[in-house]
Structure formats: C-alpha cells, structure tokens
C-alpha cells in the first residue's frame, strides 16, 4: 500500500499554532499553508505527515505517555540519520531537530518525505501477490541491503562513538531482561525462561557494524514502479553500533514463514509467507553469500530478537494498561506477549530457527 497520512488520533494532536511558528523558515521550500495529518500504522514513535503548500515533511516525536526515554531518543536519531544520509542512500534527510518541550510537549525532529509502498498486513500489492519471482526478488533485496548496512565504515561516516560493540551482546540480554522487569503487567514463565536461556547461552561478540535494530518488511519503502527495489528504510530510533548477527537475528524473529504455527501467524509483520518467499534458514545463507560472515549456530541471535520484540511489545501494552494511552489497538498485545515467549521455547526445544 502507498504509505498514506490521515486524521490525527485522539490524545495524539499537536499544537499546530506553536509548531507552524517554530518550522516557519526552517524547512527548505516550508511555505504556503501548514496542515499536519498523522500516518496511522507504527506501535513506537509517533509519526505525522506535515505540508506547508505543496512542499511535505515528516516530523516524528515520542509516544504521549512514554516512560522508556532512552528507547525514543530524537537527538540521536537526528544525529544518525544526518550522518548516515550522506553515505547510505536509503536513509531519509532530517532537517530540523526541537528540543524544546514547549513546542508540541516533547523533543521532536523534521525530515524529508519519500513515497512509496509500505509492505504491510493486509492485501499485498498485485506486483507480488501472483509473482513468486518477484517475491523472491523482494527478498534478495531485503538481505542485500541489510548487507550493504553492515558493510559501511561507520567511523568514516563519523558514526564511530554511536556504541560500544564490545561486551554489546552481554550488555543487551541483561539490560532486555530489566526492560521486561520494568514493563511487566502479568506472569509470563515461557518469557522469563527465554530471559534465563538467553543470559545462559551468549555467544562472544562477533563483527560490529552499524545495526539498525528493527529492520523488517513495513520499516522499508519500496519503489511503486518496481516493489523490489527499496528507496528508503525507516525508523532509526533504536540505531546503534553492535553486533551485527544480533541486527540479524531482530528481522528473522519478525519473519514468519509458510510452515509455522498458526500462534505465529497471527503476529506477522510483513507478507513473508508468500508463494515465492524465502525461509528463515535461506535468509541466513543468502547474508552468509553477501558478507562471507560464517554463522555456526543462529538459534541464539533468533531467540535474543524474539525476546526484545517480546519486550517491546510488553512495553506498547503496559502503556495501555497503566492508562497511559487510549490506542485501542494495544488492548490485546499482552495475548501477543505469550504467544512471543510461546515460540522461543518451542525454537529452544527444536534447536533449530
């Protein structure tokens, strides 16, 4: 689908006098009238469609009701992305970053807007939706281009103080486990079991490389000409230096396969189950070719992702039970919660991704 904006979210507005005043100039071409819509899909960092006249942008800010501040942290993503656009095509051009809460009530910045197709759930495009050799060429596309990511000199492009890759995999598992403490609302012992596994089972830590940390089918913007090619990859709010098996094994744990249970199914986040579509497995050999990197055993790095995205969606759901936003599509996510944990353990028992 075309990555369109729409009405604004009740509990989501902006102060629209206050925000037009601050961008008044700021922008390259920001003028005619402003008007603000809200794109409606993303469970993190809220995301708005701005126009002044014909010219478009897009502001991205916190969630209202955020209590994990360093998960949405617009400076750094500011920062990464004014870097990376330099030196990686895909990666959008921020132009504004605010500070100041008194604007629209929290740190925000301003980029460029690219159109596009977003892969969502739903119907998927006529390109793919009878073409198997196109899928598979979406999914080629998909790991080259995490390969490509992986691939560039971070410090070249002054990126080099973005992370610690060193002792990166131990400090992620033991500061997951906390996040999942902090955001807890139930009892979930398949999650906790993952947690104790993951903390039992670190591998060292192998090549650093600038990760994204989120990459998957609906953070890439596709060509409407050509769904196989990507013109942009989205959402660089969790962007840092780190291992780049552990940016891996986040996308593999979002890529639901034809043969999976029907548990997993109801949670994918992408047409990854398309006649045509690679496997876990073949998305493995296929980075393997791309980067020369050998891979002895993914089951940790798959796992590690299930949990974090575990996590992350624990986090969306306790915003919602502790009646911190309204959003009725995170009522059932704690369902989500256990069904994440469910598939962990049964890939531990497997021993296979």
């Known amino acids: 689908m075309l990555d369109h904006a729409g009405p604004i979210r009740t ?21 005619g009238p402003f ?31 955020n209590p994990v501040k360093s998960a949405h942290d617009m400076g750094r993503e500011f920062r990464v992305l004014s870097k990376l656009c330099e030196v990686y095509p895909p990666a959008p051009r921020p132009y504004v970053h605010c500070q100041d809460h008194d604007v629209i009530g929290d740190e925000f910045y301003v980029m460029e807007r690219r159109s596009g197709v977003v892969l969502r759930d739903g119907e998927p495009p006529p390109q793919l939706a009878s ?26 492009a002054g990126l080099g103080d973005l992370g610690r890759p060193d002792g990166y995999i131990e400090r992620q598992v033991m500061g997951w486990v906390v996040r999942y403490e902090n955001a807890r609302t139930d009892d979930y012992p398949d999650v906790e079991r993952l947690g104790q596994w993951l903390s039992e089972h670190r591998p060292a830590d192998g090549h650093a490389a600038l990760i994204h940390n989120d990459y998957k089918y609906d953070n890439l913007m596709l060509a409407v000409d050509d769904v196989t090619r990507i013109v942009a990859v989205l959402d660089w709010e969790m962007a840092t230096v780190g291992d780049a098996l552990m940016d891996l094994g986040m996308t593999l744990a979002y890529w639901i396969q034809a043969d999976d249970p029907e548990i997993q199914k109801q949670g994918a986040f992408g047409p990854t189950m398309l006649v045509g579509s690679m496997t876990r497995k073949q998305v493995v050999e296929r980075y393997t070719e791309q980067t020369g990197t050998k891979i002895p055993n993914m089951l940790f790095y798959f796992c590690f992702g299930l949990f974090k995205l575990t996590v992350i969606v624990q986090q969306i759901y306790a915003r919602f039970a502790r009646g911190l936003t309204k959003d009725s599509r995170f009522s059932t996510m704690n369902q989500r919660v256990a069904a994440l944990g469910k598939t962990a353990v049964q890939a531990i028992q497997a021993g296979e991704i």
Request: aromatic letters at 8%; one cysteine or more.
């Open 35 to 65: 008007t603000i819509e809200q794109f409606p899909c993303g469970h993190s960092n809220l995301t708005y469609l701005l126009r002044f006249g014909d010219q478009s942008f897009v502001l991205r800010r916190p969630p209202f009701g």
């Open 131 to 156: 073409n198997p050799q196109s899928v598979r060429r979406l999914c080629e596309s998909l790991v080259d281009n995490l390969a490509v990511l992986h691939s560039l000199d971070y410090t070249a």
């Open 11 to 31: 509990g989501e507005q902006l102060d629209r006098k206050r925000l037009e005043a601050f961008l008044r100039g700021r922008l390259p071409g920001g003028e």
